[in-house]
């Protein structure tokens, strides 16, 4: 007979993984409100879902996407059992290119939005975990500045429903270059140049010269600080575009104002009177190596994190399928951490729930009829199973549910149910019938 194992606690410390975070259900109500402002908002502007594979290939998320050193040092990178190198997904857009490359047949303009976890081995803090959660929305087949300019639209929608006042710094990164070119940098040097620019935030202004030391010549650096903050001077994004007209003579310039002219044309066809804070910021570099025209990120007042980023994304697709066609894409992303940690916590949710209370066990059978009511009409509720009537109200009052439903012998025999209001106190009997009405 062998010797009986001796058992040890499954963990003898819980501790958590920094960069990950677990939602109980009071902070995942809140989260799957906004998910659901996201989702209408977009299904409203002709977008449909989607969803892709967490788990791919390193070769695809690396050779074929390009998007360079720095976001590659924060990919989780993985063997399974045929050795073979996978990383798990660490953005949505690469995924959607991948998908639309091998499914040809895909009716343009393809407008599809996807909400999905992602992962990044990367610095932690508040509104930037290792597990997080992007909410993608992306156009293929428009090239117009239509497209980027919807997105101004969703983006000031959604928005305004969670009651967060926004305001978005875009940029073109054709306009950029057509910087860096006119400050002599050489054209393959261009996307690291603005990799160090977009760290400004970060590093600061002479973190980010210093950074560049590395890269150009001093003067170069200074005549790319030199352009940018001249512009920044300027008011209006009407002043900053004629003064890039006077002092840019590239053709890479000129076709990023054209683009950014012509998105500020669409925007204010979206904006219609509304008061949108959509500024024209030239220091906006975005990181990802493949964007190629408008960038934007979305900002609140005392909040250092962006809530929103996107750009267009032409090259993407022609990479993948090796191909001399064209296929325009734009998109953004909608941080869902990033917006939960500064919506303020509202408990209008819990008026949706009822909690019904039978007093004795043989009320249960009654509860259960009252509860099948009530969720045909998509209410939701729960019973309150062996609780005394006190410890059902105080459970109730703990999870700031509004109304409870309780079910005693004399409601029973005469039809009713007693409504009582958690919040004032007040009661009501109602019959049966008339609850598919009160909560509809």
């Known amino acids: 007979m062998g010797s009986i194992p001796t058992y040890r606690p499954y963990c003898e410390s819980m501790k ?3 960069g990950v975070k677990d939602y109980l259900p009071e902070e995942q109500i809140v989260r799957e409100r906004i998910v659901r402002i996201l989702e209408d908002t977009f299904k409203k502007y002709g977008f ?16 074929k996407y390009g998007m360079g050193e720095e976001i590659m040092k924060e990919v989780y990178k993985l063997k399974d059992q045929g050795n073979r190198d996978l990383v798990l997904r660490y953005e ?3 995924k959607l290119a991948k998908a639309f490359a ?3 047949n895909i009716s343009l303009p393809f407008k599809r939005y996807e909400i999905g976890k992602v992962f990044r081995d990367g610095p932690v803090k508040k509104a930037r975990l290792r597990e997080f959660t992007q909410c993608d929305v992306d156009t293929i087949g428009i090239k117009s500045g239509y497209a980027d300019a919807e997105f101004m639209a969703i983006t000031f929608d959604v928005f305004s429903q ?3 006042d926004v305001f978005v710094k875009v940029n073109n990164r054709k306009l950029l270059f057509g910087i860096f070119e006119e400050s002599g940098v050489e054209k393959e040097k261009f996307i690291g140049v ?24 001093r003067e170069k650096i200074e005549k790319i600080f030199s352009i940018i903050e001249e512009s920044e001077k300027l008011r209006t994004n009407e002043e900053k575009l004629e003064y890039f007209k006077r002092v840019l003579n590239n053709e890479t310039a000129k076709e990023g104002i054209k683009e950014v002219e012509e998105f500020f044309y669409f925007v204010k066809l979206f904006q219609n009177g509304e008061n949108w804070q959509i500024m024209l910021s030239p220091f906006l570099a975005r990181g990802l190596g ?29 990479k993948y399928l090796n191909s001399k066609e064209e296929y325009p894409a734009t998109g953004m992303s909608f941080g869902l951490d990033a917006i939960f940690a500064i919506l303020p916590k509202k408990e209008e949710e819990k008026e949706k729930f009822i909690y019904i209370v039978p007093l004795q066990r043989e009320q249960v059978k009654k509860a259960i009829e009252v509860a099948k009511i009530l969720r045909k ?22 999870k700031k549910i509004k109304y409870c439903i309780i079910i005693g012998k004399e409601e029973e025999e005469k039809g009713v149910v007693k409504l009582k209001n958690m919040q004032d106190g007040s009661e009501r009997f109602l019959e049966v019938s008339q609850l598919e009405n009160f909560f509809a």
Request: glycine share 6%.
């Open 102 to 104: 091998q499914n040809k």
């Open 92 to 94: 949505l857009t690469f």
């Open 16 to 18: 958590t993984l920094k």
């Open 48 to 63: 449909e879902p989607m969803e892709t594979s967490i788990l791919e290939l390193f070769e695809v998320a690396s050779a």
């Open 194 to 217: 603005a990799l160090s620019i977009d760290k400004l935030d970060k590093i600061g202004k002479e973190g980010v010269k210093k950074e560049l030391e590395q890269k150009i010549e």
């Open 290 to 318: 493949y964007y190629t025209g408008m960038i934007w990120e979305v900002y609140t007042k005392n909040f250092s994190s962006s809530l929103a980023a996107g750009g267009r994304w032409d090259n993407m697709i022609q």
């Open 377 to 398: 009409k998509n209410v939701y509720c729960d019973i309150a199973i062996d609780k005394k009537i006190t410890k059902a109200l105080e459970y109730a009052n703990k």
């Open 162 to 164: 969670l009651g967060i």
